[in-house]
């Protein structure tokens, strides 16, 4: 089992930054791939970002290339997501949440297992 919280969040304008960290408790943290999800209101749950368990590969959607990293210490038992050049449709509730086991290019569809609580980005324009 793995409990995961979530800070940073908060309230930004337009072309701003801010830093979204997931704390991990529990047994495993380390052996899983972990991903960083957000929900805007009225729509489905999609992933944002991914990196598998020694943070060598990452996997970011279309939209924030170029303008999120995700990264990930293990001896913290951490994961980040940096959020630079903020555009208001990336208001939404962010939530990490751990990975389960998938082989090949494809790893970072595999189904979450645990989820944090969420965290609120507003990005006003």
């Known amino acids: 089992q793995v409990q995961l919280v979530e800070s940073g969040g908060g309230l930004v304008q337009a072309g701003g930054s801010l830093r979204l960290s997931c704390a991990a408790s529990g047994r495993g943290f380390s052996m899983y791939a972990m991903g960083w999800f957000r929900q805007a209101p009225g729509k489905e749950r999609d992933i944002v970002a991914a990196?598998?368990?020694?943070?060598?590969?990452?996997y970011y959607t279309d939209s924030v290339k170029g303008r999120f990293t995700i990264s990930r210490d293990n001896a913290k038992n951490t994961v980040h997501l940096q959020m630079n050049s903020l555009k208001p449709a990336d208001t939404a509730v962010y939530y990490c949440?751990?990975?389960?086991?998938?082989?090949?290019?494809?790893?970072?569809?595999?189904?979450?297992?645990?989820w944090g609580q969420g965290a609120q980005v507003t990005v006003s324009s």
């Open positions: 949440a751990t990975l389960g086991i998938r082989y090949g290019s494809t790893w970072y569809q595999a189904a979450p297992l645990y």
């Open positions: 990196i598998n368990w020694n943070g060598v590969n990452t």
